[in-house]
């Protein structure tokens, strides 16, 4: 692998990133003020604001709370109220012993399209970006623009115009000064960073394959159901797992995971480019699929194979296997262990992962220090697309094919009583590469 190709990378993301703010607004330019005050984020209180209040914007919440004992939760947005009302209870009922850390007054509560707009105009000095996928490059580029230290969920977009808004919103936060938090929550697995660090040390020889599985039962958290006041907008909001636009079909709403997994271990460097297939079997609501698989070549000839399947009544396996040219790694939660040459097996503490990548921040935040993973979730974030386009069409795609193309899901003009139908799902060989 060429150590540059990272940097080089970069350089394409943002000579590619020219028009990324023309696309961003959902029917309205964006208005935002600057902060009134920069906090000292190595002493001052921080104040939080959460955008997307479903199960993983609470969890982040609170993880970010219990990392770090002078903040607050300061404000709240989400398109529903029922989700808001939903968080801020679970919340208070964590955090009912601790006063002070869960202040959300009323009118720091904000529903609707516009949402993160008010939170970010709210004085929060960090947010929390939790809404669906879709719209992540939108949120994470009003951040940048207004002055906020952020917390940057996965995925960090769904199609490759979005991934470049992403790029580009994490280098100006880069200038800023900014911090950016990855949610690839994988990285911050204890086990799997020790194995991790051994093979990028040669523990295992020279990486040569990847073999990684994401296969489960299908989620059942979202089943396609419509009320009758339901128009076309809340229905796909209110299942949006199902619809391309928002979660980008499974394999970048969970198996992203994997694939950040897999540029993890290849240190970072992206795939010179991928073929795949996969298939619409159980799933009937929407336009997502329910199974990929993908295989990935580097420019050094080293390929990853992702199997990625979500379907009842199927084998279920999770778990990734690195084959080096003197040994080879395994991972599956709680194992993480190396055989061959050089054996060795991780025996140390495990702390949730979760709560470890909100540990890490705050604390580098209160140490002076800025992270910024903007490059590293962009990257793996692209590869999960490349991947899904290349199942969709049918084709063989190359990072440079991905990288430049004109690929937008997102619909324009968002509003509650608007026609919003659903495109049909993707069929190899019929289905165009954009």
Known sequence: MNPDSNSSTRREFLQHSSATAAGLALGSALSLPHPARAAN?????????????????????????????????????????DKLETSEKSLGVQFKDKPGRINVADDRKFI??????KVLASGVDMVLLAAPGGFRPLHMHAAAEAGKH??????????????????????LARR????????????????????????????????????STRMSNRL??????????WGDLEWQLRNWHLFLWLSGDWIME????????????????????????????????????????????????????????YMDKCHNQHDDLIIGTKGRCYLRAPLAEITGANPWKYSGPRPAMHQVEHDELFADLRAGRIPNDGESMANSTLAGIMGRMSAYTGKE?????????????????????????????????????V
């Open 220 to 229: 059942s958290r979202f089943d396609g159901s419509r009320k009758p006041e």
């Open 397 to 433: 795609v190359t990072w440079e094919m991905a990288l430049n193309s004109q690929l937008d899901t997102m619909p324009k003009n968002l509003a509650w009583d608007m026609k919003l139908d659903v495109p049909p799902f993707s069929e190899p060989g019929k289905t165009p590469f």
């Open 254 to 309: 969970v198996s992203v995971h994997s694939v950040d997994k897999i540029l993890w271990a290849m240190q970072n460097v992206p795939p010179v480019k991928c073929h795949a297939s996969g298939a619409r079997w159980q799933q009937t609501v929407g336009n997502v699929w329910d199974q990929f698989d993908v295989t990935y070549t580097w420019e050094n000839g080293a390929f990853a194979v992702l199997k990625t399947r």
């Open 41 to 81: 984020v190595k002493a001052d209180k921080l104040k939080l604001g959460l955008i997307g209040c479903g199960g993983r914007g609470s969890g982040a919440a609170a993880q970010a709370l219990t990392a770090d004992s002078n903040t607050e939760l300061w404000a709240m947005g989400d398109v529903f109220p």
């Open 176 to 211: 800023k000064g900014l911090a950016v938090r990855q949610g690839f929550a994988m990285r911050y697995d204890l086990a799997y960073r020790e194995a991790i660090k051994r093979v990028h040390d040669g523990q295992i020889g020279d990486v040569v394959a990847i073999y």
């Open 150 to 171: 952020m917390f940057v969920e996965k995925p960090t977009g769904i199609d490759p115009t979005g991934v470049r808004t992403v790029h580009a919103a994490a280098e």
């Open 112 to 117: 609707g399209l516009d949402a993160y707009q």
